[in-house]
Nanobody, 122 residues
Framework: QVVLVESGGGAVQAGGSLRLSCATS????????LFWYRRAPGKEREFVAS????????DYADSVKGRFTVLRDDPLGTGYLHMYNLKPEDTATYYC???????????????WGQGTQVTVSS
């Protein structure tokens, strides 16, 4: 069974930094894109950042461009979200999402982690 586990969340002051990790375990034949989302209290889940299956193309929400960086060790490795110059509005639970095929014959399916809390105080 494929499992994604986020870690690295915590409480920081505005202007601080955090690095979130998304570790993947289980039977993985191939991985597609890696995505980061967040959900703030009382708000809907929103896209934060992504990196494509070749680890070459990244995309960011306008609200985090220039402050967040998405990386992955290799297409089957741990994903990261480096967050700099954090703002109170970045406070949310952050989730990683990855497209994974467990065998050559299986289609890619989306898997989600359990989330990690980020709290930024002013």
């Amino acid at each position: 069974q494929v499992v994604l586990v986020e870690s690295g969340g915590g409480a920081v002051q505005a202007g601080g930094s955090l690095r979130l990790s998304c570790a993947t375990s289980g039977p993985i034949w191939s991985a597609g894109g890696l995505f980061w989302y967040r959900r703030a209290p009382g708000k809907e889940r929103e896209f934060v950042a992504s990196i494509d299956y070749k680890n070459q193309i990244t995309d960011y929400a306008d609200s985090v461009k220039g402050r967040f960086t998405v990386l992955r060790d290799d297409p089957l490795g741990t994903g990261y979200l480096h967050m700099y110059n954090l703002k109170p509005e970045d406070t949310a639970t952050y989730y990683c999402n990855e497209e994974i095929a467990t065998t050559e014959s299986d289609p890619y399916r989306e898997y989600w982690g359990q989330g990690t809390q980020v709290t930024v105080s002013s």
